[in-house]
């Protein structure tokens, strides 16, 4: 069986970080990535990231997929990278089985870190399964990565970040936004987001939510409804909006499976978008050696997803005893930045769900 | 309003104005960041210091009037193209703005365009004075236009070509009932929400009785784009907790894989 | 027209043509397109039809997760279009049941 000091699970911000930080500690890393190449979902992201420089703050997304890509280049004699390779299954034994390329494989790392992100949550509409609905992130990959407008008019269904940015995306595409809507009463996401894509004409609707699509193959229309305070549709509020595309962004869970598989302790914590690992300071899990990084630890921006990676697989080598002169300091320093990142009044819910799953103070 | 229409409050941003004085004397930057959010790439560029310093990352960015020359550093850096640069000292009719604007086609100097408030209606037109492609800084251009003084601080987007004006659609008097039992709740094995509440009201409420009785997440997604919906109507219906709901067992593998590739799997790689 | 030419911040090296068959009709995509790009580019929404109910079904997620837009590729059922690349002559199907056995 092959055996390896540390396997990643997936070549997103998360994981990328990750094989950095253990590969430069001394440790043998394998990174698994399911995709053909790496940088996960960094690889759509057009728009320049928030937070300061040791996140890469001002930078488009897609640049610092390559930045962190090119840093791994430079370690291939720690670092193997296998692209095309699909984590099927992690056993409670500590096998991880892979999906690599058409070979199935198993591997005996000595430590695991999962940072497998998180998936696109759906919403129950009338006709929700017509061609022409998409998950938000699909249509920001098949515009940013394929170079495909998803159609003519869209309806874009919530206004955290991920729907503003990729609202702001289709119009730098050249595709027409009818409107942003959300169920709750005010814009989840960053409000500099939604300013600039309402000084570009498009109305952004709260406490409204889409109650059917149109269409007999594929969406040619949707309706949507106020709600009132207590969530429910009020009648007479309905609206018929002309649109070929309906866009959902109304979260994303994480994506957990194999933690699940593993045996690890799992909470359901609203704030962190679902069930997420319960887990130390060190971001171990309850099992010993699963780690875990990114948005399956708590949906949150990719800065954090950055810094939790490379946290982690500080972390996963020091325990296996590789440690570099700078290692606590460099420990200490994510901590102190993803503290830094949290400590606002949008880091409240990130902190608050945070509490119910750590294991330690 | 800002927080349902993402359209700044004008006390917000008459606050965030340098004094009359100031603003008649030079070029200025005006920061419209009015949410405490985890970000400060303004402080690091702006080669003044006017953007000064924060004790936390979150902290609301603060200018420094006296030593800001308007340069525009700051317009081409920020991540959440919200700073403007403003300048209102040198005609008594006219003044300009600077407007980061990530768009194509890109307008060019001496375009006529159409200035739009921060809700995206019409004001006025103006003319475009200068483009910054600011190549260094991650290519957000800045483009510099020239409108009517009184107009400067309410304009801050443009458009170059005439658009046919989208009307809101008018009310459908056709009331549906909100979530009608024909809904589907999982893609993969087309079950409706309907057939999901009729085992529920039979008594099956956790997720694998559903899964072995009804095939829902039981196709290629695995549950990952219904099993939440599916919990919900559970939660719903029943008025359980949702985390108090069993959400089944999961298995490898997490992708359909051949029968091929399993048996002709590898010990040693 | 749904290829994007102008972006201003992307530029799309579009790569060799590559032609398929849909359904046995002749189609054209590029190299670095995935099935479901090339398919979406050309204007087809619908990937296949639901095996009950013979609902129309499109791609969801784009990445993989949602298994939505299973098709019959080069014979083979149940394929993740969104994540596999298109090859020149590609013969794409549209799956109407759960695939069969090859």
Redesign the interface.
Known sequence: MREVDIAIVGGGPAGLMAADAAATNGASVLLLERDGHLGGQLVKQTHKFFGSEKQYASVRGVKIATILEEKLQGMSDLVEIWTDATALGLYEDGVLTVEKGKEFVKIKPKRIIVATGASEKFLTFVNNDLPGIYGAGAVQTLMNVNGVRPGQRVLMVGAGNIGLIVSYQLLQAGVEVAAIIDAAPTIGGYLVHASKIRRAGVPIITSHTVTRAYGKEAVEGATIVALDEKWQPLPGTEQELDVDVICISVGLSPLAELLWQAGCEMRYVPQLGGHVPVRDHHLKTTVDEVYIAGDLTGIEEASSAMVEGRLAGLAAASSLGFKSDSLEADILDCKEQLKSLRSGPVGDHINQGMAQVMLDK | MYLKTGVADKELVSNALPTEERRASGPYAIIECFQEIPCNPCTEICPFGSILPMDDINDLPRMDYDTCTGCGLCAAICPGLAIFIINESYSDTVASVGIPYEFVPLPQKGDVVKMMDRAGEFVTDGKVLRVVPNKKYENTPVVTVEVPKDKVNEVRFLQLKQEAEVAMPTADPNDEENLPDTTIICRCENITVGEVRKMIDQGYDDFDELKRLIRTGMGPCQGRTCRHLIMQEISRKTGKKFEDIELGAFRPPTKPIQLEQLIGGKEDV | M???E?????T?E?GKLVTFTFDGKELQGYE???I??AL??AGV???GH????G??????????????C?MIVNGEP?I?V??V?LEEGMVVETQNNRGDLL
């Not at chain 3, 609902?55 to 939505?68: D, E, K, L, T």
Request: proline share 7%; hydrophobic share 35%.
């Open positions: 749904l290829r994007i102008e972006h201003p911040i992307l799309f579009k670095g397109d995935t479901a790009s979406h580019a929404k619908v990937m639901h095996h009950v109910s609902r129309p079904r499109g791609f969801y997620c784009a990445i993989g997760n949602c298994g939505s299973l149940n993740r969104c994540v690349p």
